[in-house]
Structure formats: structure tokens, C-alpha cells
């Protein structure tokens, strides 16, 4: 399940950190938090899942939940091997889930 869905307090800080209260699937809300860098990279300017460090090449960093559902989206100017900034956002809820009060990658 994504893990908005049984999270409460979402947010990144520092530009790549999530945290989140998440339901353990015992009635208790636990502290969870995930480094994005160790998920997230930058290919060429675009977000790559199962990359890493995108933030060390990106600028502008935001979080938002978005629409009726709060879908949790990440935008951020990516650097390519050219060195032009691209604008990229990717949806947090496409591979990031919530196992038993912790942030699990899909």
C-alpha cells in the first residue's frame, strides 16, 4: 500500500530526508524516515528509482501533498551531463510503501 495512505505529519527535510508518523498495523503511530538519496538519483536530468544522491545534483527542492488524495510529489531542478537544470517532479507513492510502521521501497 502507498504509504501516504496510513501516514500522518508528512514531510521532507533537507531536501531529501521523508518522514512520516506511520501505522504500524497494530493501532500505534511510529516515527519512520527514509533518505531519499538512498532511493533516488538523478539520470541525465530525470529521477531514476533505485539510483542515488539526486540531491547533490539538484536545486529548488519542494514537497507537497497533492489533490484530493495528498499524493506525496518531489520537484526539483536536475542537473544533466550538459549542465542544464531540468524540472522533474516524481510521485513518492509510486514505489515508496509502508511495512509495518516503515518506510519499504517497491
Do not use: C, K
Request: no cysteine.
Amino acid at each position: 500500500m502507498s504509504f501516504h495512505l496510513s501516514a500522518q505529519d508528512i514531510r521532507v527535510d533537507d531536501g531529501h530526508i521523508l518522514r512520516a508518523r506511520l501505522d504500524n498495523g497494530e493501532g500505534e503511530w511510529v516515527d519512520a524516515e527514509l533518505d531519499l538519496n538512498t532511493v533516488l538519483g538523478n539520470n541525465d536530468g530525470l529521477f531514476e528509482w533505485e539510483g542515488g544522491d539526486f540531491a547533490a545534483s539538484a536545486q529548488g527542492i519542494t514537497f507537497q501533498l497533492e489533490g484530493d488524495e495528498n499524493v506525496p510529489i518531489l520537484r526539483a531542478g536536475l542537473t544533466n551531463m550538459n549542465g542544464d537544470v531540468n524540472w522533474h517532479d516524481v510521485n513518492l507513492a509510486e514505489r515508496i510503501t509502508n511495512n509495518g510502521g516503515q518506510f519499504e521501497l517497491q
